[in-house]
C-alpha cells in the first residue's frame, strides 16, 4: 500500500507527531504499544501493518492518507469531524483511549457500571466541547523528574507553581486555575465513599478528574483531593502512562504535592515571620485564622507549620488534640476562627487569645 520509491513511513509519523507536540511515550500509549516498537517504526526499521497505521492515524486525529504524506507548515490541529465514524468511536464510552490513572486499594474501587456511567458523562462532556470547538490540550509539562519523596513533592509543587507563573501566591480556586491548562475537571456523585477518580485521553491529550459532589460542601477538602489527582497525574506520565496500583509511597507523595502548592513554604514563612510569632507562641485562634487565609483545614495547617519547624511540638500536640476532638463532635465540619476580618491587627490580636 506504500508508494514506491524512497518513501519512508516512519518518517511521516514522527512528523506528524511532533506536530500534534505529543512525545514518542504518549503516541505509543495511545495506540497500545511499546515504546521501542514504535522507535522502530519512526526509524523505518520496522514497517507497521494496515491496523497498526489506522491506530496510529485515529491518536494523530489524521486520517490514513493524510498521515502517510508530511504535514504543512500551515496544517490546522486536522481535527475530524464529529460526523467522522473514527471520531465518533473515540466518543464511545467502549473508547479503549481513556486509561484510568490509578487503582485505589482492594474494596474501595467501583463497580464495573459506574465506571461505565463515568465514560457516559465524559463522553457528553467531550461531546459539547466539539461542538463548541473549545476541545482542551493539557498544556501542563508533564516530563517533571519524579523523586518519590517529600522533597521530591516539594520541587514538584514549586515546579508546577513557576510553570504557571503563579510564583507563592495563595490560589482560592485550584480548578480554575488547571482548567486553563486543560484539566477537565468534572462533578458527579460516587458510591462507596469514593472521592475523585481521573482518566487520561491519549488522543485528545488531557486529563479529566471528577469530583464528588458532596465535596462542593467542604472547599478545603475538595481543592486537597483535587490537587492529589493532579500529583497522581505526574505519576501516571513518569509511569509511561500506565495504571498503578495506589501505594502507602505513592499516597504520601501526592498527598505532600497537594499540601505544598496550597501552602507555599515562602509565603508561609513570610506571613510567620511577619507577625514575629515563635514556635511555642502559637494560639488555636491564631492558626484558625492562618488556615482560613490559605482555604486549608485546620489539620492540614498544622501539619505544614510542624513540617516547616514554624511550631513547636508541644502546641502541635495540643492543637492537633483539639482539631480532632472538633471533628469528631461536627461531624468532620471545619473549625473557623472567631474574628472572621482580614487584617495583620486581628491577626496580632489572635496572638493573644
Not at 482542551?136 to 517529600?150: A, D, G, N, R
Not at 456523585?189 to 458532596?214: C, D, H, K, M, P
Request: glycine fraction near 4%.
Amino acid at each position: 500500500m506504500f508508494p514506491k520509491g524512497d518513501f519512508k513511513v516512519g518518517e511521516r509519523i514522527r512528523a506528524w507527531r511532533k506536530k500534534r507536540n505529543m512525545i514518542q511515550k504518549e503516541l505509543a500509549a495511545a495506540i497500545g504499544m511499546d515504546v521501542t516498537q514504535l522507535w522502530s517504526i519512526e526509524k523505518d526499521r520496522n514497517s507497521p501493518s494496515v491496523r497498526t497505521l489506522e491506530r496510529i492515524a485515529r491518536a494523530l486525529r489524521v486520517r490514513v492518507p493524510e498521515l502517510l504524506e508530511l504535514p504543512s507548515v500551515d496544517d490546522s490541529m486536522g481535527v475530524l469531524s464529529v460526523s467522522d465514524n473514527s471520531w465518533s468511536a473515540c466518543l464511545n464510552v467502549e473508547c479503549d483511549d481513556l486509561r484510568r490513572l490509578s487503582r485505589p486499594e482492594q474494596g474501595t474501587d467501583l463497580a464495573e457500571g459506574e465506571v461505565r456511567r463515568l465514560l457516559s458523562e465524559l463522553s457528553e462532556a467531550i461531546q459539547t466541547e466539539t461542538k463548541h470547538q473549545t476541545e482542551m490540550q493539557t498544556s501542563l509539562p508533564l516530563q517533571f523528574p519524579i523523586v518519590k519523596s517529600e522533597a521530591g513533592a516539594e520541587q514538584l509543587a514549586r515546579a508546577v507553581r513557576a510553570h504557571c507563573d503563579i510564583g507563592s501566591a495563595i490560589i482560592r480556586d485550584v480548578q480554575i486555575l488547571f482548567e486553563t491548562y486543560g484539566v477537565r475537571v468534572l462533578d458527579t456523585r460516587f458510591s462507596n465513599g469514593v472521592e475523585a477518580v481521573t482518566f487520561y485521553s491519549a488522543i485528545q491529550r488531557n486529563f479529566t478528574v471528577f469530583l464528588s459532589a458532596t465535596l462542593l460542601q467542604k472547599p478545603w477538602r475538595r481543592d486537597f483531593i483535587f490537587l492529589s489527582e493532579i500529583g497522581r497525574m505526574f505519576l501516571f506520565v513518569s509511569g509511561l502512562f500506565e495504571t498503578y496500583r495506589e501505594s502507602k509511597i505513592g499516597r504520601r507523595f501526592v498527598h505532600h504535592f497537594a499540601a505544598a502548592f496550597l501552602q507555599p513554604e515562602q509565603t508561609i514563612r513570610a506571613t510567620v515571620y511577619s507577625l514575629r510569632v515563635k514556635p511555642d507562641d502559637w494560639t488555636y485562634e491564631l492558626l484558625l485564622r492562618m488556615k482560613e487565609r490559605f482555604g486549608v483545614s485546620a489539620e492540614a495547617f498544622a501539619i505544614r507549620l510542624k513540617e516547616l519547624a514554624l511550631i513547636s511540638r508541644r502546641k502541635f500536640e495540643v492543637f492537633k488534640k483539639q482539631i480532632i476532638q472538633y471533628y469528631a463532635s461536627h461531624n468532620y465540619d471545619e473549625p473557623m476562627a472567631k474574628e472572621r476580618r482580614p487584617g495583620r491587627a486581628f491577626d496580632l490580636a489572635a496572638l493573644s487569645t
